[in-house]
């Protein structure tokens, strides 16, 4: 089955500074890819999403990932982080065909002044 | 447009009690899926219907429930509730095309089980 692997629990940066979050993605044909953020207590909003064509994909509020089926990664980048960033990130992929998506672990995201 | 509505937001129930929550899908969004959050095991897909039918199961045990209305609105039930169902509980709303197009998540129903 399809699976995605993130493998930082916990992220610090400085505010202003460069982010990148990894993903790596298990499954054999082009998958499905995507990003969502997850503000403590609230609900989870995709941020961008991959389906094929371009390998780098941007999204909302300044993010964008880069497809690399080489390194079977898909990782989450925005050049410079804000205070509002500081959230849980989560790379994910349709599994058990189309009605269900398998979520990764998640990053949580600490932003420091 | 009107986001996914989740109610109540907030939940507290005894052991051995049931319960019902709601989700009211963006208007046009013919799927519901609902997703159980966990600290320890993160978030996990519990079921999904269309056009008030269920097309996907997870792996849950079948003290949960769901069903989905006319209107696309859709509820879940938890019968004898145990500790471990504690949890925050979202409801994602999509289009035809279903999860491989991105959900829309509502905000969480908090339950805690005591």
């Known amino acids: 089955a399809q699976s995605v692997t993130q493998p930082d629990i916990h992220i610090t940066v400085s505010e202003g500074a460069s982010l990148e979050l990894r993903c790596n993605y298990s499954?054999?044909?082009?998958?499905?890819l995507f990003w969502y953020v997850q503000s403590p207590g609230q609900g989870l909003q995709l941020l961008l999403k991959?389906?094929?064509?371009?390998?780098l994909v941007q999204g909302i509020k300044g993010f964008e990932a880069e497809f690399k089926r080489s390194q079977s990664s898909f990782n989450l980048r925005k050049p410079s982080v804000h205070w509002s960033d500081a959230a849980e990130y989560f790379c994910?992929?349709?599994?058990?065909?189309?009605?269900?998506?398998?979520f990764g672990t998640g990053t949580k995201l600490q932003v420091i002044p | 447009k009107a986001g996914v509505t989740q109610t109540p937001r907030y939940l507290i129930k005894t052991r051995g009690q049931q319960v019902t929550l709601s989700c009211s899908p963006i208007?046009?969004?013919?799927?519901v899926s609902w997703y159980q959050q966990t600290p320890g095991q993160g978030l996990q897909f519990l079921f999904e219907?269309?056009?008030?039918?269920?097309?996907n199961k997870g792996n849950f045990p079948g003290r949960f429930s769901g069903r989905q209305f006319s209107n696309s609105r859709s509820e879940m039930n938890v019968s004898t509730l145990e500790l471990g169902d504690s949890a925050l509980y979202l409801c994602?709303?999509?289009?035809?095309?279903?999860?491989?197009?991105?959900?829309?998540f509502g905000s969480g129903t908090r339950l805690t089980v005591v």
């Open positions: 219907y269309f056009s008030e039918t269920q097309r």
């Open positions: 991959y389906f094929s064509g371009d390998t």
């Open positions: 208007s046009g969004h013919r799927s």
């Open positions: 499954y054999g044909a082009t998958p499905y």
């Open positions: 994910a992929v349709p599994s058990g065909g189309y009605q269900k998506v398998t």
């Open positions: 994602a709303s999509s289009d035809e095309g279903g999860a491989n197009y991105g959900y829309t």
